[in-house]
Structures are given as structure tokens and as C-alpha cells.
């Protein structure tokens, strides 16, 4: 079954403490992104990448982290997460970054 | 700059009522164009996409969406909405000048009363 996955579901850290969501897909897929959602303010891209070590700054990057050694796989790292990065966090994937986008079942993180 | 606008946050439709949720960009050419359903705790799901040709859209779950050039809309329809339709919907560009970006509007929540 095409999918992707990131993990965890739900994840409650403390102010500092790195962390990191893992995300995978396996459709073989060469974009893949990162956003977040927040209320009223729908989806942001945090980062992208367009093929294996490729990254780029999406809309909203402070504070972020991610690599891409690994053609399905595309971690989000929180070097030291803040309570205003506490979000619902999305990975995505699609063949191109304008065409359609598969997601996962997101990360809840609260950032006390 | 380029923008997706949802002008309604939150809809109220009676079950079994037809629903229209609006959809306008900002974008100088026909981009690539798409709606996601997101149920409650779930991720995003895609509806229905429009990439040329027809512009009238058939998608899944008895959805339909018309793209009007004129207007810069890619609405979304539904004859008759179910009480399981309730979630929140987004509307979403794909910009045809690069191949790296989706352009995503706010969201509108649907809410179904019985």
C-alpha cells in the first residue's frame, strides 16, 4: 500500500530537548516536505527536498532541521524545540512539488 | 505574490443540503489546481485535482469542483452532503513556473447539522 509514515503520532518534550520525527515513504517519490498547521493559519512548509541531499527552506524554517541521505526518508529535527513550535506537523511526498501531495497521519507535539 | 483564499473559515449546511466551499488564487497562469479533505485527527486526503482539459472535476466521496478561468476560482461542490462529510477542506496550488511548491489556502471547516 502506498503510504507514508512519520513517528511519532504524539509527542510531548520540554522546552530544549532535541528531538526528531521521523517520516518515510515508499513510493519512491523524489519531493518530499515538511509543514506544519496551525489554526487559521492552515498549512506552512517548513522544508523541502527535491531529491536525495537536496534541501531547501520552505516558508517558515527557524528553528528546524532536516536531512535527506535517504530517498525515502526525511527526518525533521528540533535541535531545541520552543512551546511556539508546539504544532500539528505533516510530512508529505509527491513526484514533483506542484503535483499532488501524499501525507502522513501526523505528529501532535506540545512543547512545554 | 502568489495566494490561495478561502473566504469562508467555518460552513454550516444541513445533512442533506448541497454545499459550495470557495476557492480563489492569486497566481499569474492557469496553476496546477487541488482540494484535500482532513477528517478529525487525520491527515490530509485529496479530493480531486485539475491539471488542464475539463474544468469541470470529478472527485471522490461525490465531490465536484469547477475551475473558471475568469473568475481565478476552483470552487468545490456537493449535491448532497452526509453527516460524514464534516472535516476541514483546502484548497491548493501548484505553481507551474517551478515544480517545488504548493501554494495552500486557510482551510474552511464544514460543519454538518442533522
Known amino acids: 500500500e502506498a503510504q507514508v509514515t512519520q513517528n511519532p503520532r504524539y509527542l510531548i518534550t520540554v522546552t530544549g530537548k532535541k528531538l526528531t520525527v521521523t517520516c518515510s515513504q515508499n513510493?519512491?517519490?523524489?519531493?518530499m516536505s515538511w509543514y506544519r498547521q496551525d489554526p487559521g493559519l492552515g498549512l506552512r512548509q517548513i522544508y523541502y527536498?527535491?531529491?536525495?541531499?537536496?534541501?531547501d527552506k520552505g516558508d517558515v524554517p527557524e528553528g528546524y532541521k532536516v536531512s535527506r541521505k535517504e530517498k525515502r526518508n526525511f527526518p525533521l529535527i528540533l535541535e531545541s524545540p520552543s512551546p511556539n513550535q508546539t504544532s500539528l506537523y505533516f510530512c508529505?511526498?509527491?513526484?514533483?512539488?506542484?503535483?499532488?501531495?501524499?501525507f502522513g497521519q501526523g505528529t501532535r507535539l506540545t512543547v512545554v | 505574490a502568489q495566494s490561495v483564499t478561502q473566504p469562508d473559515i467555518h460552513i454550516t449546511v444541513s445533512e442533506g443540503a448541497s454545499l459550495e466551499l470557495r476557492c480563489n488564487y492569486s497566481?499569474?497562469?492557469?496553476?496546477?489546481l487541488f482540494w484535500y479533505v482532513q477528517s478529525p485527527g487525520q491527515g490530509l486526503q485529496l479530493l480531486l485535482k485539475?491539471?488542464?482539459?475539463d474544468t469541470l472535476v470529478q472527485g471522490i466521496k461525490g465531490f465536484e469542483a469547477e475551475f473558471k478561468r475568469s473568475q481565478s476560482s476552483f470552487n468545490l461542490r456537493k449535491p448532497s452532503v452526509h453527516w460524514s462529510d464534516a472535516a476541514e477542506y483546502f484548497c491548493?496550488?501548484?505553481?507551474?513556473?517551478?515544480?517545488?511548491?504548493?501554494?495552500w489556502g486557510a482551510g474552511t471547516k464544514l460543519i454538518i447539522k442533522p
Open positions: 497566481y499569474g497562469a492557469t496553476p496546477y
Open positions: 508529505a511526498s509527491s513526484k514533483e512539488g506542484n503535483t499532488e501531495a501524499f
Open positions: 485539475y491539471f488542464s482539459g
Open positions: 491548493a496550488v501548484g505553481r507551474i513556473d517551478s515544480n517545488y511548491q504548493l501554494i
Open positions: 513510493m519512491n517519490h523524489e519531493y
Open positions: 527536498s527535491m531529491n536525495v541531499e537536496v534541501t
